[in-house]
């Protein structure tokens, strides 16, 4: 029972994992296939430091069209993956349309005192416009994400790392061939997910409240259904707790995203 009860809720959770794209890494989303490994791997490590220190947290997504619009995609990528801390709200998601060259950044509420959306668009204007005309995406995701943590890391008083730097022209990147122009769907949003667990929930209820209320029967001619209800009781409260510990962290590769939320703030170009 607790190996299907944890299938189950692996299920559910998987709804809201990053990994059904194609990419292994929790901060970058890449199903054109324009970042190169040593790209994800550096914004990776970067970010991973970063959200330990502050909750803050960076997420980049290279997708080969947005629809409806890129505006809308990218605010509910963001509460869909979760970025940056649930309370604090100090995600930024940097997202490219490969196909149609839009960009936006994105941020959560929490960091708008320091990217505000005039910041947003100098940043894209200074370090993203001009290499995705070039289709130079790692150039331009780099530079990017070099800018937004030397303002995230301003903003709680923090010395940037030394590993941050801002790239030069040479930066390699994917090979044409390799990439991918076909759209891709949203991932579910977090909402199906406590949806799903509030529907365990009341189905617990009402099968419990059959089980000790509607199944009066002294002669217990109806034992078997009360067992029967009752060894599906226990399942599906055993589903709803696996769902609760391992669902709504978004993973579980040791470091998840934190369930923040935007509102729309940040550009667009």
């Known amino acids: 029972m607790s190996w299907f009860a944890a299938e189950f809720a692996r299920a559910i959770a998987d709804g809201m994992d990053t ?7 929790l901060a970058v989303m890449d199903p054109g296939r324009v970042i190169t490994l040593e790209t994800a791997a550096y914004i990776e490590q970067e970010t991973g430091i970063l959200q330990y220190k502050t909750g803050a947290e960076f997420y980049l997504a290279a997708v080969p069209g947005c629809l409806p619009d890129c505006d809308s995609y990218a605010t509910e990528l963001f509460n869909a993956v979760g970025v940056g801390d649930r309370e604090k709200n100090n995600g930024v998601l940097f997202l490219m349309d490969t196909r149609d060259h839009h ?17 947003a668009g100098r940043i894209l204007d200074d370090y993203a416009v001009a290499p995705a005309k070039e289709n130079k995406w790692n150039l331009a995701a780099r530079n990017t994400f070099a800018a937004v943590m030397t303002e995230l890391y301003g903003k709680y008083q923090m010395p940037l ?27 579910p949003p977090p909402e199906n997910f406590w949806i799903g667990i509030g ?12 089980i000790t209320v509607y199944y009066r029967d002294p002669r217990g001619e109806c034992s078997r259904w009360k067992t029967g209800l009752g060894v599906i009781a226990l399942f599906l409260l055993e ?5 609760g510990s391992e669902g ?19 550009a667009s170009r």
């Open 19 to 25: 990994r059904l794209y194609d990419t292994p890494y």
């Open 103 to 119: 960009l936006v950044l994105r941020t959560g509420s929490g960091v708008e005192d320091v990217i505000t959306d005039g910041k």
């Open 161 to 187: 790392p030394a590993g941050i730097t801002f790239a030069k022209e040479d930066v390699p990147e994917m090979p044409q061939e390799q990439q991918i122009t076909e759209p891709v769907p949203l991932p």
């Open 199 to 210: 529907s365990g929930v009341l189905c617990f209820i009402f099968l419990l409240w059959r």
């Open 239 to 243: 589903c709803i707790f696996h769902c």
């Open 248 to 266: 709504a962290g978004g993973g579980s590769s040791g470091r998840s995203h934190g369930g923040g939320g935007s509102r729309g703030g940040g």
